[in-house]
C-alpha cells in the first residue's frame, strides 16, 4: 500500500526545488560576472552577512570591509556552489563564518591589522618623520594603481576610501543601484589585491 504524503508535502517539496533550481542559476550567473545576479546576491544576504560581522569584530569599520571580502569571495567561490550539498543561505553562512574565524585568528598572531580606510589614508600630520615617509610611499602607490582602475571602479573607491562616504550615498550621488556600488567597489578591492595593493591591510 502506498504511503500517503502529508496534506501540502509535494507543494513544499516542489517549493524547495525550485528554491534550489534558482539559487543555482544565481550563482552561475555570478560566476560569469553578471552584475544583475550579484546585485541579488547582495539584496539577499548584505544584512546577514553584516550581522555575523558586526558579532565577531570590533568595530562597524571593520564589519563593512569583512563585508566586501566575503562577498568578493562569495563571487569567486559561485561556480562551486551545489545546491544539492547545501542551500544557498548555509552557503554563505559558512563561507562568512571562515573568513571570520580566519581574520580574528590573523589578528591573534599579528597584532590587530589596520583597516583599510587607515591604511589607504593621506599620511596625517604629527606623525614620527620615517612613519610618515612609509605612509606615504605606500599612499602614492596605491594612489597610481586606483588610477589604472575603469573609470566607475576608481570613482567609487576614492568616494569611499578617500572621502568618506557611505555606499548608499555614492549610489545616491551616481545615480546607481546600491548592490551595484557594492559589487564595483568589491571588484576594484580584488583588483588592487591581484597587483599587490592592500594585503597587509586586508590580512
Not at 44 to 51: A, H, K, P, S, T
Not at 115 to 135: F, M, N, Y
Not at 141 to 154: D, F, G, H, N, S
Request: without cysteine; aromatic residues 6%.
Amino acid at each position: 500500500m502506498q504511503e500517503r504524503q502529508p496534506p501540502g508535502a509535494n507543494a513544499r517539496m516542489a517549493a524547495k526545488a525550485a528554491q534550489r533550481a534558482h539559487d543555482l542559476e544565481l550563482m552561475q550567473r555570478i560566476s560569469l560576472d553578471d552584475e544583475e545576479a550579484i546585485d541579488a546576491l547582495y539584496t539577499r544576504f548584505g544584512g546577514l552577512v553584516y550581522r555575523m560581522a558586526t558579532q565577531a569584530l570590533s568595530t562597524p569599520a571593520d564589519a563593512e570591509d569583512a563585508v566586501q571580502e566575503i562577498f568578493v569571495r562569495l563571487w569567486r567561490t559561485a561556480g562551486r556552489f551545489d545546491p544539492e550539498r547545501a542551500a544557498l543561505a548555509t552557503w554563505v553562512m559558512l563561507i562568512t563564518r571562515r573568513f571570520l574565524v580566519d581574520r580574528l585568528r590573523r589578528a591573534r598572531v599579528r597584532g590587530r591589522p589596520a583597516s583599510l580606510v587607515e591604511a589607504w589614508s593621506p599620511p596625517a600630520s604629527g606623525r614620527d618623520p620615517e612613519a610618515t615617509v612609509e605612509l606615504g610611499e605606500r599612499f602614492g602607490a596605491v594612489m597610481k594603481r586606483i588610477e589604472t582602475l575603469p573609470e566607475l571602479q576608481r570613482d567609487v573607491l576614492k568616494r569611499a576610501y578617500l572621502r568618506g562616504q557611505t555606499l548608499r550615498e555614492i549610489g545616491e550621488e551616481l545615480n546607481r543601484p546600491l548592490g551595484t556600488i557594492k559589487s564595483t567597489l568589491s571588484r576594484a578591492l580584488v583588483r588592487l589585491r591581484e597587483s599587490g595593493i592592500g594585503e597587509e591591510a586586508a590580512a
